[in-house]
């Protein structure tokens, strides 16, 4: 029989400053600090090294462009149960 993996379970946590126009990503609580990615767009990496969100300056202005973001980002998706 397979050995039960263990599962941690995060949350996405989203905000957005409209006067600043700033918008917000993370995927993990914790310490961390933003890393310049270029073009109003920055990292936010835990000690580890590890990128735990991002952060995107100047975001109607962005999105009004119609960019497309690239994070090298892993993603695992587990059934719940």
Do not use: C, H
């Amino acid at each position: 029989m397979a050995q039960a993996q263990k599962r941690s379970r995060q949350q996405l946590s989203v905000w957005y400053d409209e006067e600043g126009d700033y918008l917000e990503i993370a995927f993990e609580e914790g310490e961390g600090f933003f890393q310049d990615a270029g073009e109003d767009l920055w990292l936010r990496v835990n000690p580890q090294g590890r990128i735990v969100g991002f952060a995107i300056l100047n975001f109607s202005k962005q999105a009004q462009q119609l960019r497309r973001i690239k994070l090298p980002l892993t993603v695992s998706l587990a059934e719940s149960t």
